[in-house]
């Protein structure tokens, strides 16, 4: 390796803000690997007035002087981000210069980037991704949930957003010094998305994007020529056909997107925004394309638009599950005493992480959730309140938050402003009042949205012996409760290892006294999904193994919980 000719030391600095972990964001760890490789030539460094040349004997690299090394140049065929350029990279990191050995990759500090993308202004924002890019991500916040945006500072700061969206890396305090993944032509609007979210995530007001506010009893004509063109749409893209769909008809949703959320019927519009990422996706040929998905989506659009359409016709209110909601996010709730009356691990192998459920005085339920695993790699299990620990942590405990804020839904927002105090353990006895009366829980409608969970406490009256459903692969343990005969049932798979090992040791002893789970109506008999058992006055959270047991073999779960269980 030449070190006679030396890259200047901002630049070199730049480099060295990008670690392996940066690295392999930018591209991946194989691409990262093959780079390494191609550090074994010669390589000569020439710094001219406007670039940085990288030439060995079968490649070269340019980095434009003006730019970020992310916008560097390679005459390879591959598109995007290639291994010549990562081999840059890592040789303005690592080769020595004038003023002393290489530097170690200087990685900034997590909390000062979030302290300054927390610190910008909307207007800021919005002048750097320009007008429409801006507009793109004022219009797709509305459709992210921020219980679903992982921001890990392990190293620097990732925010990962829900798929078909990617993930986006800090390297420093400005906006420029991000790097998207997977990278494409629309970066820019990618990164202001990702700001936004972690504006979400911290509980702040959200840039507003609606104009005067409009009764919706003067929409109906708006919203009839709104829905009449959604079928439309639908009817000529699936006779077009997918395969030859392109920007014009994604230009079609996005617009249709607009106008729906102008009517404020925010359901159709979320749903348009949808359509239109996926084809985005089918376009630039990425691992998150979806065609089956993509058809679900239209045929959603056609379904809402026609229920639309006929209720408007028939002079009726629109339901608020067939609208919408404008956008998520987190209200202040302020102080909140509660008792945590269970966890449960969800997803699988690429995105997996925990959930607990609270209730209050009231007997309203809240619920907080963790992403512990993204993409395969595992995260800090913290919640992020400060003064807790990991979700699991909180099961059978009373739970004091100070500053605390959620959503419409009551999920609990995980920002560090939130000041959480554990006391003492849950006692059976402050259970009774809020017993199961054998009330029938609503119907689940996927056409009237998301229904608020329909967590219920059980008090046991009488317990049959646990079976295995062979048809439907399943333990089922018949109970009464209020009376009434309820199937607590638990789907036989590797990730219910733990929680089907409980519950059969439960099963087989006295009846306990209280059982904590999701209830729906299942016929003439009630199902339960459990979450946790009482029993002798104590919680068992059946996500968290016993005091001196391991885990059952077959699961993968973060250090404490069941392996991620995605049957929720």
């Known amino acids: 390796m030449n070190g006679d000719a030396v890259a200047p030391e901002e630049v070199r600095a730049d480099a060295a803000r990008f670690d392996d972990d940066a690295l392999e964001h930018l591209a991946n760890r194989g691409l990262v690997r093959r780079a390494r490789k191609l550090l074994q030539d010669d390589i000569e460094v020439t710094v001219g007035a406007e670039s940085v040349d990288i030439v060995a004997a079968d490649w070269s690299v340019t980095f434009p002087a003006a730019e970020p090394l992310t916008q560097g140049r390679c005459a390879c065929a591959t598109a995007g981000i290639c291994q010549h350029l990562i081999a840059g990279i890592i040789h303005l990191r690592d080769s020595p210069s004038s003023a002393g050995p290489p530097a170690e990759p200087a990685a900034e500090p997590a909390t000062s980037i979030r302290a300054a993308l927390l610190a910008l202004t909307d207007q800021q924002l919005l002048s750097w991704a320009k007008k429409t890019d801006g507009a793109w991500a004022r219009d797709r916040i509305a459709s992210i949930d921020p219980t679903e945006v992982v921001v890990d500072e392990t190293a620097n700061l990732s925010v990962q957003l829900p798929t078909p969206y990617g993930a986006v890396r800090f390297l420093g305090p400005t906006l420029d010094d991000a790097i998207v993944k997977p990278s494409g032509r629309n970066d820019r609007r990618t990164v202001a998305l990702a700001v936004l979210a972690l504006w979400a995530v911290e509980g702040r007001e959200l840039i507003p994007h ?170 800090p299990e913290t919640i992020g309140w400060t003064g807790a620990a990991g979700v699991h942590s909180l099961a059978g405990r009373q739970v004091t938050l100070a500053g605390a804020k959620a959503s419409t839904e009551r999920r609990l927002s995980t920002s560090a402003e939130t000041q959480a105090s554990l006391g003492l353990p849950v006692q059976a006895s402050q259970l009774v009042d809020l017993a199961w009366t054998g009330a029938r829980p609503a119907t689940p409608s996927r056409l009237l949205g998301r229904l608020q969970q329909e967590w219920r406490v059980l008090a046991l009256e009488g317990a049959e012996a646990a079976r295995f459903d062979e048809i439907e692969q399943r333990l089922i343990w018949p109970v009464t409760a209020a009376a009434q005969p309820v199937d607590i049932v638990l789907p036989y798979r590797a990730a219910n290892a733990m929680a089907i090992s409980q519950l059969e040791r439960l099963a087989a002893g006295p009846t306990p006294e209280f059982v904590v789970g999701r209830l729906r109506a299942a016929g003439s008999r009630f199902e339960l999904w459990p979450i946790s058992v009482f029993v002798d006055g104590s919680l068992v959270n059946l996500a968290t193994a016993p005091a001196g047991t391991s885990v059952p073999a077959g699961t993968s779960a973060p250090a404490g919980t069941v392996a991620p269980a995605g049957t929720v």
């Not at 996706?281 to 989506?297: C, I």
Request: charged share 25%.
């Open 210 to 379: 609606e104009g005067a506010a409009i009764k919706p009893t003067e929409l109906v004509a708006e919203r009839r020529r709104v829905v009449a063109r959604a079928q439309g749409v639908c009817s000529d893209l699936i006779a077009v056909g997918l395969l030859h769909l392109g920007d014009a008809d994604r230009e079609h949703l996005d617009s249709l997107a607009a106008s729906a959320r102008g009517v404020k019927l925010y359901r159709l519009a979320l749903l348009a925004e949808r359509a239109s990422d996926q084809l985005q996706a089918l376009a630039d040929q990425s691992p998150d394309a979806d065609t089956g998905r993509l058809l679900e989506q239209l045929a959603e659009i056609n379904v809402v638009a026609g229920v639309v359409q006929s209720l408007l016709g028939e002079d009726r209110a629109l339901p608020e599950g067939v609208v919408g909601s404008a956008r998520a996010r987190f209200d202040s709730i302020g102080h909140l005493q509660a008792m945590c009356l269970g966890s449960y691990a969800w997803g699988d192998n690429r995105f997996a992480g925990s959930t607990a459920v609270l209730i209050d005085g009231d007997g309203r339920t809240f619920t907080v959730s963790k992403p512990i695993i993204v993409a395969g790699r595992q995260l």
